[in-house]
Every structure is written in C-alpha cells, then in structure tokens.
C-alpha cells in the first residue's frame, strides 16, 4: 500500500518537531518500520508511507480522531483519510477487479474494492476513524430486494440510455424536468418496473454510494437529496413531488437525506473485521462531482469546478436554480445556493482509448497551448452524449486522424476543451450566474498544458484545484456529519 500524506506546514508546524528538521528547504530520508520519505520545500512537507502501517517510530496523527470518505467513480475507487482540519492523512487507490479481460461484475466489484480498501488503511489509522461517507457515480441505479439486500437484476450505469421509458417519464414529469433524460435514474426505474416480471413488492431502489454504505450500517432504503435528485427528488421542497408519488412504483423510492447526514453506527461484523471503534459512523454520502466540487473548496457563487476523469462534468455555484433536460442541466442544493452543471461523456476515458499514460505525458509535453488545432473532433466511447446536448444518437467523432501522434492529441484536448466552453456557456444562457473562474478535478487537472488550452478557449482563469480527488470532499461530508 501507498499512502500520501499532506501538511500544509502554515497551519501544521506540529510535524516539525517531530521529525527534527532544522532545515525546512532540505529532503530527508528517516529509515522506520514504515520507511517514510519526507520532502520538504516551502509550501508543505509531503509524507510517504510505503508498506501496510505507519512508521511505529512517528506519532503521525497524536491519537486525533480522523474521518474517512471513498469515492467510487468509473473505473476504480479511492479512499482519502482526514484529520478535523482537513488535513489528508492517508490515500489509497484500487482498479475494480475484472471477472475477464473486458467483464466486470460490477456489483462484486464494488463490494470486493469496498472492503480491500478498508483493509488497505493502516491498523493504527481505522482505530481513529470517527465517521465515514462514500460518493458514486451519478444515476447508477441497483434496485435491491429489500428481504435479502440481494440486486435483483445487474446495475444501470451512469451513461446507461434507457429511450424506452422517455415517452412515459415525459408524460408525467414537469416539462424539461432532469427525470426526462433518457439516462436518468427515474427512466432506468420505469424501464426496469416495465421489464421484470415477477413480484415487485420487495424491491428498494439504491444509487451506487447508497448500496456501498448500506454494506457498512444495514439500514435499507437511504440515500441522499444529491443521489436523488435524477430520481425526482425536490432539494428545494424537502420531499419527493406528488406527481411522483402517485406512481405505482412510488413505494421502491428510498428516503431521502441531506449529504452528510448521520444514518448510524458501523455494522458490528464490519467492525470488528477492520477494527473500527465502536462510535464510527456511517453519513449519508453524494454524487463523485458533487464530492469533488467539496474538495475544491469553490464557496463564492461564480466559481466552477471542472472534474476531469473518466467523464467531464461541470458545476458552477449560483444564486439561480436551472433545470433543463432538453440540454442535460441540472442543479443541485447545496446549502442555501445551487450548483448548476451537467455531465458529458466525454473525457479521459477515450484519451486512455487511444493513448497510454506515458504517451500523454510525452505527447503532452510537446504541444504549443497557445496554438489553435484546426481539428474539429467529438470524443465519445460510444454513441450517446447527456451533456452539453441530451442525445443518445450522437456518434463519436475522432477522424480523420493525423500522421503526427502530437496533432491528434491535441485536437482531441482541444475538442474536448470546446465542449466545456459550450457547457459554461449554455449555463450562463439559462440564466445561471456567470462563471468567473474555473477550478479543475479529477486525473486531467495535472496535465499542465490541456489547463492551458482550456484557458485559452474559456477565456477563464483555470488552475488546479487545491484538493482534486471526490474522494477528500467525501471526506468532508464524513467530518460534517458527527462534528
């Protein structure tokens, strides 16, 4: 295991006399159980620790209690351990375990990383461990027997078109409604209700992040007003509306919560496994670009996080709420403002299609930022497209591809760039309020020139956002709901 530490040395002079640096500019190696490397400059020491538990020799966290978020995006999960401060204490990263070369069993999967990962926190860490949160990925949908907690037919992934159920969804929603997307979860509700054969009585509808922490309290049916709102839930109004309720399949809604919210204690034979203590609670936990619009830190309305994983998805903080399904926007609460965004399914994962990482780091290297790249293309892993336009029949446009390597990458940044330029621009038309400044999550915010190139096309100052993993705005939900 691997696990990052980072200490901030303005707000965290502690550290220092511990390790007895005289000088703060210089790099060290201590020799310890755990063989921790300490880098030193200006801004923060940063901590690695290599091996299943930390160093026995350092007092790393001074029996502070420490809060735990996970955060379970498209390809893989990542936990982020933080003290009261926010202050990261440890990080680890998995892939999902595949069943063969090209299958997951998406629900084992989530499962099985759940549990390696807590197994992945070192010993002296889990025994600190005060409270817990998980993010999923937007409307990925399970809808479980209530009786057993078993799925009773496989999940409905987040990019997961269900055109069938439109038509009916449309007829009973209010117009323009985020229910009214092909993906959304309500449409994977109505289509699963129209689908399955046999009794229904028993069966509960759980997002990704509800089901992973119902493995860790037990209690059956929670979920939170983020999670939910693509089912039909009104943050605004606190409850499900009654054109909802009047449907038949009104009673397989879950209850619903603010993100963050304490559900209960951790399950007594997950406790014991991993050696939790006995008040470790379990809150109530959000989407991943929700999570990672928390880890930023963007508090003024005008500020916008882009997250730049597996997907792009965008949210800008503002006054107005703005829901709109013909364009795939939506708005969720948070506190007394809004975060207004949509989600594309363009991004890093059709990068990763056609390049390795060390290719995009090479290739990156070597592209001017500042120049314009006449290619003009619409990076899709498959066809179908939520966000800046709603259309199930939009095919990937990746041709015609270049002889150079470094021409075709950077006209697939560039394009990717321009379907973020036009997803902050349709927001604004809506009505929301203007963005001023871009902040960046997810794998894409360390590729130092894209961030360039998508200043350059926004005409926006765009930087790295201080924390860019869902997983440390998880974190933050867990540290809210017991402080």
């Known amino acids: 295991m691997v696990a990052l530490l980072d200490h901030f040395t303005s707000s965290h002079p502690l550290i220092r006399p511990q390790l007895g640096f005289p000088n703060y500019n210089s790099k060290k190696w201590i020799q310890g159980a755990g063989r921790l490397w300490i880098v030193n400059n200006s801004r923060y020491i940063r901590m690695r620790v290599v091996g299943s538990k930390a160093p026995k020799d350092v007092n790393l966290v001074d029996g502070k209690r420490l809060y735990l978020g996970m955060d379970f995006g498209t390809s893989g999960a990542r936990y982020t351990l933080i003290d009261k401060d926010g202050i990261i204490r440890a990080e680890q990263k998995r892939e999902y375990p595949k069943k063969s070369k090209d299958v997951i069993d998406w629900v084992h999967s989530w499962k099985l990383t759940l549990f390696q990962l ?124 009654p054109w909802l309720l009047s449907q038949a399949y009104s009673y397989v809604l879950p209850s619903v919560q ?74 969720h609460r948070l506190d007394d403002k809004w975060l207004v965004g949509g989600a594309s399914n363009t991004g890093g994962a059709v990068l990763k299609q056609i390049f390795t990482d060390e290719q995009l780091k090479n290739l990156s290297e070597q592209i001017d930022p500042m120049k314009v790249s006449p290619l003009d293309y619409y990076p899709l892993q498959t066809v179908g497209e939520r966000f800046p336009v709603a259309d199930p029949k939009l095919a990937p446009r990746l041709t015609p591809r270049p002889k150079s390597d470094v021409d075709y990458l950077h006209g697939i940044l560039e394009s990717i760039a321009r379907i973020e330029g036009e997803g902050y621009k349709l927001l604004t038309d809506l009505g929301a309020t203007p963005v001023e400044e871009v902040l960046t999550a997810g794998g894409g915010a360390q590729n130092e020139t894209w961030t360039r190139i998508r200043e350059r096309i926004l005409g926006l100052p765009v930087s790295r956002a201080q924390q860019t993993e869902a997983a440390y705005g998880a974190a933050l939900l867990a540290l809210k709901g017991v402080e």
């Open 118 to 241: 807590l197994e992945d926190i070192p010993n002296e860490f889990r025994a600190l461990i005060a409270s817990i949160s998980i993010d999923g990925t937007s409307s990925t949908t399970m809808i479980i027997d209530s009786t057993t907690g078993e799925p009773l037919c496989r999940p409905f992934l987040y990019n997961e078109s269900c055109p069938d159920a439109v038509s009916i969804v449309t007829s009973i929603a209010p117009v323009n409604h985020t229910v009214c997307s092909s993906t959304s979860t309500l449409c994977k509700l109505v289509s699963w209700w129209n689908s399955y054969g046999s009794s229904k009585d028993s069966a509960v509808l759980l997002h990704q992040a509800d089901w992973l922490l119902w493995l860790l309290h037990g209690k059956l049916g929670v979920s939170d007003y983020n999670n939910a709102l693509k089912v039909g839930y009104d943050p605004e109004l606190e409850s499900y509306p």
């Open 258 to 331: 603010a993100p963050g919210t304490f559900i209960g204690l951790v399950k007594e034979d997950v406790r014991t496994r991993f050696g939790l203590p006995k008040d470790c609670a379990i809150c109530t936990g959000t989407t991943d670009s929700i999570a990672a619009f928390l880890a930023a830190r963007a508090t003024q309305t005008g500020k916008s996080v882009t997250s730049l994983g597996s997907t792009l998805a965008i949210k800008l903080l503002s006054t107005n709420r703005i829901d709109d399904a013909r364009y795939g926007v939506y708005s």
